[in-house]
């Protein structure tokens, strides 16, 4: 059974920086991609990034990132470090793994979820 465990979140000030973990089990993760997603307080859930770990560790963020947010990966571990944090990051930030989703900013392409963490930004 692949799962996710999300860790990391938490109450940070504007400007301030917090680094997100998601361990990865039941899959040594070759041919997956590993994504986060996040849902702020009464919005539809959204992309914020992803890596392929098939190809070549390749990247993608979503549009509002801006250079804020680096997603990398370790050994069975997919990291998201957020620095210039803003009150509209608020959310809880799912991790998100599948094997080559089809479209991978898509969030019906993934089967795999893990529980969320709660991350606060305040002003």
């Known amino acids: 059974q692949v799962q996710p465990v999300e860790s990391g979140g938490g109450l940070v000030q504007a400007g301030g920086s917090l680094r997100l973990s998601c361990a990865l089990s039941?899959?040594?993760?070759?041919?997956?991609?590993m994504a986060w997603f996040r849902k702020p307080p009464g919005k539809e859930r959204e992309f914020v990034a992803v890596?392929?770990?098939?190809?070549?560790?390749r990247t993608y963020y979503g549009d509002f990132v801006k250079g804020r947010f680096i997603i990398s990966r370790g050994r069975n571990t997919l990291y998201l470090q957020m620095d210039s944090l803003e009150p509209e990051d608020t959310a809880v930030y799912y991790c998100?793994?599948?094997?080559?989703?089809?479209?991978?900013?898509?969030?019906?392409?993934?089967?795999?979820w893990g529980q969320g963490t709660q991350v606060t930004v305040s002003s």
């Open positions: 039941g899959t040594d993760g070759r041919s997956y991609a």
């Open positions: 890596i392929k770990w098939w190809a070549g560790g």
């Open positions: 998100a793994a599948d094997e080559k989703p089809h479209e991978y900013w898509n969030s019906r392409y993934y089967d795999f």
